[in-house]
Each structure stands twice: as C-alpha cells, then as structure tokens.
C-alpha cells in the first residue's frame, strides 16, 4: 500500500518537473514566416494582457503600427510601453475600445477611420469568458454581446479600410469549445436558460460560423479571414470563476504560454500563401477540425442576419 503511494508520489512529482519540456513537445505550432510589415497597420482587440499582448508585441517586433484596442487604456498603456521598449518600436498605440457598448465601437472606428488611411491585419482578440449572468450597454447577454456581436460590429465597421488596404486579413480567436456550442436562435440572450459555460461555447461557435460567412462574402475582395483556437493558455480569461483560477494556478506548468498562445494568431495573420483557405479554423498552425454545427451554412447565414438586426446595420 505504502509502496504504491510512494510510487504514485514520485510519478506525480515526475510529471510536475518535465511538465515545461512536455508541454514544449506537444505544444506544437511555431509561426515560422519571417514576413516583416513596415508600413502595415495593425488592430488588436484586448491587447493589454495575454495572448493578444504576445501578438502585439511579435507584431511590433516586425515593424508594424500596432493599435492596441482596450476596454482599460491605463493598462493598455503599460503592456503598449512594455512592447516599445522591447521592440525598440515606437508605434505601439493604445486607443479606449469596450467592446460591451456599441457607442464606444462606434467611437472607436469612426477615431481610428480618420486618423488611419489604411488597415491591414485585424485582429479580433478580445473576450470574456463565465461571466454570471448580465447584459451590455445594449442589452445583449455578454458573451454573445462581447465575443460576438461587439467583433461583428467592429469587423463590420472597418470593413470598407481592409478592402482599400488588401491583401489584409482578418483574424478571429475561436476555441475548440466551440464543439459544445450550439446557436440557440430561440433564446439567443440566454433569457429562458443560462449557463456561463455553455453561453461561452455558444459565442465561440458563432466566431467560426461568421468566419465562414464573412469568408463567402468577401471572395474577391483580397481580404481574407481566419477562425483560431489558441490552445489552453494560462490567461486571464478565467477571472469570473474562482475554481478555474484554482485549477489554472495549479495546473499552470501544463498549459501553454502566452507567447505560445499567439503562434497561430500570428500564423494566420503573416503566413504566406494562406489566402485559399479564407474561412477556415486553425489550431497548432494548421487547418483543423470544425464540428459539424459550425459546417452549417443555412445556420452561419440566419446567424448573420439576425446579428445585423440585433446590431440595427445592413451589411450590402
Ligand atoms: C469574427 O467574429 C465576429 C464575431 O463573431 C464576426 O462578426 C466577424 O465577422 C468575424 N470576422 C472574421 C474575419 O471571422
Ligand atoms: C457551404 O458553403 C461553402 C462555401 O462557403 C460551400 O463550399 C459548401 O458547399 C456549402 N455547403 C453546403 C451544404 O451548401
Ligand atoms: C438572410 O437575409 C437575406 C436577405 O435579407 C435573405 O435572402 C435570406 O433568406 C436570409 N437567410 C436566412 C437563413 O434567414
């Protein structure tokens, strides 16, 4: 008995030290293009902190203007002063974007449509994950309100600058739970039933249906789009739920790095030649499985006008 427990002990304590070098092993997917981007101007949604800090920070590094879009400017500020003096690059901006109200999207596109001529790489980082229940400025349920339709917006918003700037690209954070997701079109602002969890499944569903679907409408416009699963991170994400946070901090020697995080986010935003694969779902920096909800076409497109309803815009 004594011996098995000891056993047990020494293979867990095994596991703790090798678990850097085996998450290196399976963590899987470097950005690898060398692609450098002076004179490309860049947006990134909730950049101050994680896996989008990561992303702007290797954006920079490569020349890029880098806009960090962010709900707390004070802190987007210390992440946009930390990059500046990492990548020796000064053009690292920080401008007030909450994506929970539309006024503030609003503002914060018509700001950035005057003060920039062209945009390149769009990068639609930002979300929230198992917030109890409550709605945004607008009324929405805020995983849908945020994840969704606040980047629905916002795409929709810059749209017009990606066209007159391509080849650019648009870049969607998703994740594999999209798998438990579901449009639930009878109860989309989870009035009637509500769980954190599966509301944050059911909004990172609808990131990969719009990719596909923004992915149909924009064939021939040289502006291309990808859905991204960045991998089990150690993130703030998990912020609104006291046992996630416990079980992150524990389990955190197992869980990518930010940094490794940002690979396919970077992957999709600079390899070369991914054009032909506009719409589609990457995971480690290569095409991966989609569930079949997510395949849907009729689904991606009712979710599509519904959202221009919701959002009181006509998208052509
Ligand atoms: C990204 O997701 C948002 C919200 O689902 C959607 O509005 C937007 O069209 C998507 N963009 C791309 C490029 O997938
Ligand atoms: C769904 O749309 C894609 C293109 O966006 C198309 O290739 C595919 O055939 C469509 N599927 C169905 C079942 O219509
Ligand atoms: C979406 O709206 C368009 C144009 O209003 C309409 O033709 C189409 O049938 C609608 N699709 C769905 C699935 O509701």
Known sequence: MLAVLGLLTSFLFFLYVTAPSIRKFFAGGVCRTNMQLPGKVVVIT???TGIGKETARELARRGARVYIACRDVLK???AASEIRADTKNSQVLVRKLDLSDTKSIRAFAEGFLTEE?????????AGVMLCPYSKTADG???H??????????LTHLLLEQLKASAPARVVNLSSVVHHAGKIRFHDLQGEKHYNRGFAYCHSKLANVLFTRELAKRLQGTGVTT????PGIVQSELVRHSFLLCLLWRLFSRFLKTAREGAQTSLHCALAEGLEPLSGKYFSDCKRAWVSPRARNNKTAERLWNVSCELLGIQWE
């Open 117 to 125: 001529k062209q945009l390149h790489i769009l990068i639609n980082n």
């Open 226 to 229: 990808y859905a991204v699963h």
């Open 140 to 142: 929405f349920e805020t």
């Open 144 to 153: 849908l309100g945020v994840n969704h339709l606040g980047h629905f917006l």
């Open 46 to 48: 909730g950049a101050n």
């Open 76 to 78: 987007g500020e210390s």
